[in-house]
Every structure is written in structure tokens, then in C-alpha cells.
């Protein structure tokens, strides 16, 4: 197989790996606060355990980095597969038992399962040619348009299969989803260890984080991510305690996930033609304009327009943020700092989220969406002071060589 073939197996390889895994992340947001509420000793607790996937993700960055510079990408892809099984297993276990401490254990799981997925980005970059990089981050994030479809959908159609326990078999056909995912990725074609090469030489990180560009990325890629976390996990149980169904609230999540990464493939031709700043710009916009959806009325449709501009908000923000990073490092140093900027992102996330149920519970949905207007003017403000910094020299992909 030549090395363009290698590249273009990798990049589908890894769309549909991120399509399965995006379901089960999928079917986390659309009922974790929704079991919190009915399984959790007190109420203001129903957030928590998408709290704690959020912190299992930015727990997992970390070491999943290092898995990957020792072992390569490869065997912490499966890691992370293995992770996404054993959360559907406990889920289904602790919804048996009707056991919240259980349940959230299986977030813990879920939530590295999900650290490791949001890698996929990064490899499909440096699976292709330079010119190439954001056609195919964007490429695999567009994956994520199916897990729009079959996350919403297998909660549907799963929830209520076995009456006595409500979601258990939702949890574990999420496990069997993680499973197929392994298979998929098995078939990638990367170097064993991808990382050890560049292993040599590169800037301190200390050096490479003050660089205006980076922290311009980072605050852009936080507010995006954190925001749309934010309001996400507010927005089911929010619906039901204004009364909408739980299928409503599922298919608000399904348009909603379709609208993260169906942009996805526009996304990476924007960039290149226009450049990642202004994408995010709209991006963060987008992510503004959901706030004020949500603000003029508690109708379906009003929860349904807000998801959807957040969702295309997250895709713009995020992969304009994402192809910022990839202009801040070079070939030798490229493990380190995106291992670190997905720690920075997902660390972040985790207070937002722990602070969206309690606030739910204490003042409501307006009060949550007026809070994510200041965020959104802080990475305005951050972006604006990136304006002439430098930028690294592209990192060198196998397909370039």
C-alpha cells in the first residue's frame, strides 16, 4: 500500500472510530444528568456524573500522551477502547443496582475513553501532507455527524427494553459499540511508536506556552469546549423540568450533535482559505447567539435552536482553536504541547460542569444561559492579542516525506 493509501485508510479509519465513540459520548450527555437526577441522595447532584466524565477526560490526556510517545498512537487508541467497554459494563451494573456511586465510576471510565478519542484529531493531522491538516482534522471530526444519529437513537430505542432499570441496556450496547471501535482501529497503519523520533531536541514547554498564539488557542479551544459542556449537560434536564419529554430532549441532542460536526466538512476548507482566526470568531459568535435562544423562551424549539447554534458554534470554535495549536509547536515537540492543551481544555471543562447542575438547581435555565456571555468576550479579547505572532513550522507528516 503506498503512503498516500496509508493516509486516506488512517483518516476514514479514525472518521468512523470517532463516529462510534462520539455515540457513546452522545448517549453520556443525553441521560448522565438525567439518571443523576433520579439516582443521586440530593438533586443538585444530577450533574455530576457528566462532571466526572469531564474530569475523566481531562485525567486521561495526560497519560494517554504518554502512552502514546512510548507505545505510540496505536496502543493508546485500544487503551482508550478498552476504557469505553468497562464504562458500559459498570454503567449497566450500577443501573441494575440503582447504584449512583457505581454509576459515576463508570463516568470515571467513560471519560478517558473520550480523551482518547478527541486525540483522533491530532493523528489524522499527521497522518497527510502539510497542506492537508485541516481537511483531515476536520475530516475525522465530521464522524462525528453519524454519532449524531446512532447516540440519540440508541437511547431511544434502548431505554425503556428492560422497565425494572431504565438505561441499562442502553449502557450496554454503548459498551458494544466501544467494541466495534476497537476493531476499526485495529486496521490503522501508524509507526509503532510515532512520538520516539521526535523525541529529540524541541523548546521547553514552559517556552512554547507563552507564546501569544498558543494562549490565544487554548482560551479559544477552553471557552468553545467548556460553554458547549456547559450548556449541553444543563439542557436535558432542563427540558424535562419544563416539562418536555425525554425523546424531545433526545432529539434536540441528536440535531444537536448532527450540528457539531456536520460543519465539519466545510471547516477545514475555511481554514485553510480564510485561516483559523476568523472561523473561531464565528465560532464563539454562534456560541453567543445560543445563549440568547435560550434566554427568549423555555419552548422545545427554543431549547432546539440553541443546541443547534451551539453545536455549529463548538465545531467552529474548536477546530479553528485546534488548528491554532498545530501552528504553535514543531515536529518534536507536538506530543507534548497537545497532550497539554487537551489537558488545559478538559481540566477547565470539569469546573463548568460541576457548576452546571448546582446552578440549574438553584437559579434555573436563565441564569445559566447568561453566564456564557462573559467567557465568550474573554476569548474575544485573548484573540485579539494573538494578532501578528509567529507561528511554527508545519509539523512534518509520513505522507510528506
Not at 477502547?81 to 447504584?99: D, K, R
Not at 491530532?122 to 497542506?131: H, I, L, M, R, T
Not at 473561531?280 to 424549539?301: E, F
Request: glycine letters at 10%; aromatic letters at 10%.
Amino acid at each position: 500500500m503506498t503512503d498516500l493509501s496509508h493516509s486516506r485508510n488512517n483518516v476514514w479509519r479514525l472518521a468512523i472510530a470517532q463516529a462510534l465513540a462520539g455515540a457513546n459520548s452522545t448517549v453520556v450527555f443525553a441521560t448522565g444528568a438525567v439518571i443523576g437526577h433520579g439516582l443521586a441522595p440530593n438533586k443538585s447532584l444530577a450533574t455530576l456524573p457528566i462532571s466526572i466524565f469531564v474530569v475523566g477526560m481531562a485525567a486521561g490526556t495526560l497519560p494517554v500522551s504518554a502512552i502514546a510517545e512510548r507505545f505510540g498512537r496505536k496502543t493508546a487508541f485500544q487503551v482508550g477502547t478498552a476504557c469505553g467497554i468497562a464504562m458500559g459494563v459498570i454503567a449497566g451494573l450500577a443501573l441494575y443496582l440503582h447504584s449512583f456511586a457505581l454509576f459515576c465510576l463508570a463516568m470515571v471510565f467513560g471519560g478517558a475513553y473520550a480523551s482518547v478519542v478527541l486525540s483522533f484529531r491530532f493523528a489524522a493531522a499527521e497522518c497527510v501532507a502539510p497542506a492537508d491538516r485541516a481537511k483531515a482534522l476536520s475530516t475525522v471530526l465530521a464522524g462525528g455527524v453519524v454519532a449524531g444519529v446512532i447516540g440519540p437513537q440508541l437511547v431511544t430505542y434502548t431505554m425503556y427494553l428492560y422497565p425494572p432499570a431504565a438505561f441499562m441496556l442502553t449502557y450496554i450496547f454503548a459498551g458494544a459499540v466501544a467494541l466495534i471501535a476497537s476493531f476499526v482501529l485495529a486496521g490503522i497503519q501508524l509507526p509503532h511508536t510515532p512520538a520516539k523520533a521526535d523525541a529529540v531536541g524541541g523548546r521547553p514547554l514552559g517556552m512554547i506556552v507563552q507564546q501569544p498564539r498558543f494562549i490565544g488557542a487554548v482560551v479559544c479551544g477552553v471557552v468553545s469546549y467548556a460553554l458547549m459542556n456547559f450548556l449541553m449537560t444543563s439542557a436535558p434536564l432542563a427540558m424535562k423540568l419544563h416539562g418536555h419529554s425525554q425523546e424531545a430532549s433526545n432529539l434536540g441532542l441528536q440535531w444537536h450533535v448532527i450540528a457539531m460536526y456536520a460543519p465539519s466538512f466545510y471547516t477545514g476548507k475555511l481554514i485553510t482559505r480564510f485561516g483559523a482566526k476568523p472561523v473561531v470568531v464565528v465560532g464563539l459568535a454562534l456560541i453567543a447567539m445560543s445563549a440568547v435562544a435560550g434566554l427568549m423562551d423555555v419552548a422545545l424549539m427554543n431549547f432546539w435552536v440553541a443546541l443547534i447554534l451551539l453545536g455549529v458554534g463548538w465545531n467552529f470554535g474548536f477546530a479553528g482553536a485546534s488548528a491554532l495549536v498545530l501552528e504553535c509547536h514543531n515536529a518534536a515537540e507536538r506530543t507534548r504541547v497537545q497532550g497539554l492543551n487537551d489537558f488545559i481544555v478538559f481540566g477547565t471543562m470539569a469546573l463548568g460542569s460541576f457548576a452546571s447542575g448546582d446552578l440549574l438547581d438553584r437559579y434555573g435555565w436563565e441564569v445559566v444561559c447568561w453566564l456564557m456571555f462573559p467567557p465568550v468576550l474573554i476569548a474575544f479579547a485573548t484573540l485579539a492579542m494573538t494578532r501578528g505572532s509567529a507561528r511554527q513550522p508545519a509539523v512534518e507528516s509520513p505522507a510528506a516525506k
